[in-house]
């Protein structure tokens, strides 16, 4: 089974900037779709974003689309979410997974996002 760790989250102001990483245990990490999500208190986790196998195309969540960026290294098996022009709705704990649901990793703990107003 493979394992996920998300880390980078933080405290940071509206306007501010964070980056993700998501490093992924296992060969298979190469030949999945990788997304990330996130969950915030009250809510059911929602999909942010998600990229290629070979990291050429990329979707967003329109909530997201023209702040964040989602990129990947298949040598690292790391996949990253650069967050830009942070609002304070974007607070929520962070997850990395597979986009395609038959084919899970473990999910990790994930990372908190906080962003004060």
């Known amino acids: 089974q493979v394992h996920v760790v998300e880390s980078g989250g933080g405290l940071v102001q509206a306007g501010g900037s964070l980056r993700l990483s998501c490093a992924a245990s296992g060969r298979t990490f190469s030949r999945q779709d990788m997304g990330w999500y996130r969950q915030a208190p009250g809510k059911e986790r929602e999909f942010v974003a998600r990229?290629?196998?070979?990291?050429?195309?990329?979707v967003y969540a329109s909530s997201v689309k023209g702040r964040f960026a989602i990129s990947r290294d298949n040598a690292q098996n790391t996949v990253y979410l650069q967050m830009n022009s942070l609002k304070p709705e974007d607070t929520a704990i962070y997850y990395c997974?597979?986009?395609?649901?038959?084919?899970?990793?473990?999910w990790g703990q994930g990372t908190q996002v906080t962003v004060s107003s």
């Open positions: 997974n597979t986009i395609d649901i038959t084919s899970r990793f473990s």
């Open positions: 990229v290629s196998r070979s990291g050429g195309t990329t």
